[in-house]
Each structure stands twice: as C-alpha cells, then as structure tokens.
C-alpha cells in the first residue's frame, strides 16, 4: 500500500517568508508525527498528533512554528518568519492505532531550505 | 527530559566482519527501542525494535541487546555486506505517555568489499 508522502519534496525560500509543509500519513494511522533532521543529525521531534488534536507539541522551537491537522489525516506543518536556522529536512511519520503506536513509518522528509 | 547518546559516530569494517553500535539513555523508565536504518537521500527504517520487557531479539543477522540495568541498548549486525553501508539511528520512547522518539545522533556504518 502507499507509504507516508510529503509534498513538497523541496523547498528553498528567502528568509522571513512564510511556508507550509504537508503530510500525507498512510490510510488509517490515527498518529501523525513531526520531526526535524539537521544535517549529520538524528531526527527531533516536533509536535505529535494523535486524531486531530495536538497530543504533545513540547518539540516546537518557539511560536513561528504551528501545524494542524483538522480532520484528522493530511497534516500541515506551518513557519512563519522563517529563519536561515530552519533550514533541515522536516520529516513526517506515523503510527498506527494507539494500542499499535509502537512503530513510526516515516516519509521521504521536505527539505527546506531558507536563504 | 530524556538523553540519549550514540557511538561510535563512524564505524567502518570488512565485508563478512560484525558491526556493534551502542546508545545510552538516562530514563530508567523509558520502555520502548527502535533501530532505524536510514540511506542517504532516503526515509529513515525500522529494522529492529526491543520493547522493555525482553532482553534481547534476534532477526537473521540483524540483533539488539537491552541492558535496563545500566540504561544501554547495543544493535549487532553480523556477516555484514556492502548494502548495509547506511546511517543507523538508535531511538528511544521516554516515560510520561507520550509517543514521541527521542533519537540518537547516528552512526556512518561503511562496510567495504
């Protein structure tokens, strides 16, 4: 079946500019996950999803960044202001059921670049 | 919060040679381990997890050790071929109900020919 997809794949954009990223998770998984990957690093999370409520945003940098997920599906991570420092891959993963949240399938990441 | 840390940073053997990558965390009561292999350009993967309760799991040549006494969890790859040259991460699931992962910084795995 289709795997977790991201759109765009890439994104490069002037500093101070407003973007949005978006995710597709795979049919069914109510858990949805943002993470951020600096390059050399491993992923850190962002914000957790499970439905459409934000079930723990303690990994959001600071108040520019902001993300939804309304009907309780697609996702979209929002920065505003952006900064040359969110410059990373941003990757999305999700899980099934909350009895089954043990395994995180992730998608390919948009890589963002601010210039 | 929850630390986790990840050595050796870059390990390189021979084919057909074993390859151990080590992470610790500081949350005893973290419950949850997940390998992910992760190729360049590419989507992390899960390759093997370990749940609290189990010392240790074994899939073909791949394995992870779980050590809840001194907080440290090891992935062992054996008999290892070129296309196991990737970056593994080691992750952790801390306490507090919460499902996030908390990752290690990586390991460059280079296994040559």
């Known amino acids: 079946g289709a795997g977790v997809s991201q759109t765009p794949s890439n994104k490069v954009t002037e500093k101070g500019k407003y973007v949005e990223l978006r995710c597709d998770p795979i049919?069914?998984?109510?858990?949805l996950y943002w993470y951020r990957q600096s390059l050399g690093q491993g992923p850190e999370f962002l914000i957790y999803?499970?439905?459409?409520?934000?079930?723990?945003d303690s990994g959001l940098p600071n108040d520019r960044f902001f993300a939804v997920r309304p009907e309780g599906s697609v996702s979209t991570l929002k920065i505003q202001r952006t900064e040359r420092g969110d410059s990373a891959v941003y990757l999305c993963?999700?899980?099934?059921?909350?009895?089954?949240?043990?395994?995180?399938?992730f998608g390919p990441g948009t890589r963002l670049t601010v210039t | 919060g929850e630390n986790v840390e990840q050595h050796p940073s870059t390990l390189s053997v021979q084919e057909g040679d074993s390859a151990v990558i080590k992470c610790t965390y500081s949350?005893?009561?973290?419950?949850?381990f997940p390998w992910y292999k992760q190729e360049l350009g590419k989507r992390p993967q899960l390759i093997i997890d370990?749940?609290?309760?189990?010392g240790e799991k074994k899939d073909q040549r791949i394995a992870v050790t779980l050590n809840k006494t001194a907080k440290h969890f090891s992935l062992h790859i054996t008999e290892t071929q070129p296309e196991d040259s990737a970056v593994y991460f080691c992750?952790?699931?801390?306490?507090?109900?919460?499902?996030?992962?908390?990752f290690g910084a990586g390991t460059r795995l280079a296994v040559h020919p």
């Open positions: 993963a999700s899980s099934p059921s909350p009895t089954q949240f043990y395994e995180q399938y």
């Open positions: 049919s069914g998984h109510t858990a």
């Open positions: 999803f499970q439905g459409t409520g934000a079930a723990d």
């Open positions: 949350d005893s009561a973290s419950n949850y």
């Open positions: 370990i749940r609290s309760n189990v």
């Open positions: 992750a952790v699931r801390p306490s507090g109900g919460y499902n996030k992962l908390i």
